[in-house]
């Protein structure tokens, strides 16, 4: 057990702090999960006033979980999935303080494997346990973002424009930006050296959480390099299938099942290694909303260059290739913002497409129905055709008064390469990355 009281001179502030403090004032604990080396720890540290460490005493853990439990409110319990039982230790020493708020923070980088009867969490924990999710830091938090443009703004019809600084439209700061990532442990190391912290987060996967799951780590390699390669696209099983193959057959011969790549698929989510971006469709009980297969990410921009090789002179040479890693960025950023908007639905963020090829790269819907569409460019050309796709996304989804779908509060473009955030039509903005904020 520790005390954490030493820690908040070298806390780097996260946009996710006033959601933890919020959650702690209303369940008995909360729960920060997230990708490995995101900062889970010392949010969760930072928020606590003692700790245990379940991967240091493992043992003692496993032969007396309620020991974990010990200590000055609220306790953080580091890594609890090493341990599922700890979550019903926790759920029933909730329930033995029906008034208990902000008890315990737990912090996972994986949900608990699928566990024989008796082993794992028996409860969900809902109404006791509240649960966040945590993501690398965004350019809002890393210092690469000059903040102008609230998110929360745009949605309360607040809008300034504005001049980014005069080498925002040179492509290598940008390049840079998302081959090094949002690793808080790299935040202050060159682009090389961060690029090493990204290619160590994949050696780990695939010698270690991969193998404790029982699964190839060729076949997880190649699941993401696939992923990599396909950012943003919300492709098929089978198409996945053939790109991680080729002519090749798996496992000395024998096909892999549709059915076993699903299970892969899982397994990443379950690591938070991979992030799938839900379809939307405006009338929220639309059966659609569930048919609509889902886009794929990975959870930070820096993890796919790695997967692929490819450093900052490789991106600048593969304008593709960077385009797809400069979405994932946007995604990466959006999620982390949206998140904290106070009337955020069950999923932060969405995408549209219909079948007569009309989308939207994002959308992010509030609660009380409000919503807002998104679409990605690199670069200051790519807006004007942008802009007029989401006035006709508009325009279909608004202009017929018998759907009754309300207008959007706004729509934009986000723009890597930019030198100004300005509305380019009525309603619809022109936003630089790198001036966007929570």
Known sequence: MSNLAHLSESYLPRVVDEQVERYLSLFGAVEISGTKWCGKTWTALMH?????????????????????????????????????????????????????????????????????????????????????????????????????????????????????????????????????????????????????????????????????????????????????????QATTHKTLIADMFGGEEPFGGASLSREALASYLALLKSLYLLVEIPGWVPESRSPKRLSTKPKRYLADPSLAAAQLGMGPKALVHDWQAFGTMFENLCIRDLLVYAQALPDIGFEPIRYYRDDSGLEADAIIELADGRWAAFEVKVSEEGVPAAASNLKRLREKLCGNPKARVREPEFMAVITGLSHYAREVDEGIYSIPLRALAP
């Open 48 to 232: 606590g006033k003692s700790a245990s460490f379940v991967d240091d005493d493992y043992s003692v853990a496993l032969a007396d979980p309620g020991l974990m439990t010990l200590g000055e409110q609220p306790h953080v319990i580091d890594e609890w999935q090493l341990v599922p039982r700890i979550w019903d230790v926790v759920r029933r020493k909730i329930d033995a303080q029906r008034s208990l708020h902000g008890g315990w923070i737990l912090t996972g980088s994986s949900t608990p494997p699928s566990l024989k009867d008796g082993e794992g969490p028996r409860h969900s924990g809902a109404g006791r346990i509240g649960r966040i999710r945590m993501h690398p830091l965004s350019l809002a938090e890393s210092g690469d973002s000059v903040g102008t443009v609230s998110l929360k703004g745009l949605f309360e019809g607040v809008f300034a424009p504005g001049m980014m600084a005069p080498d925002s439209k040179d492509a290598l700061p940008l390049v840079d930006v998302v081959c090094k990532g949002g690793w808080p442990e790299a935040i202050d190391m060159d682009v090389a050296s961060a690029q090493t912290v990204a290619r160590e987060y994949l050696r780990l996967l695939y010698t270690e959480s991969i193998p404790r799951h029982r699964k190839s780590p060729d076949t997880a390699s190649r699941l993401v390099t696939s992923v990599a390669r396909t950012l943003g």
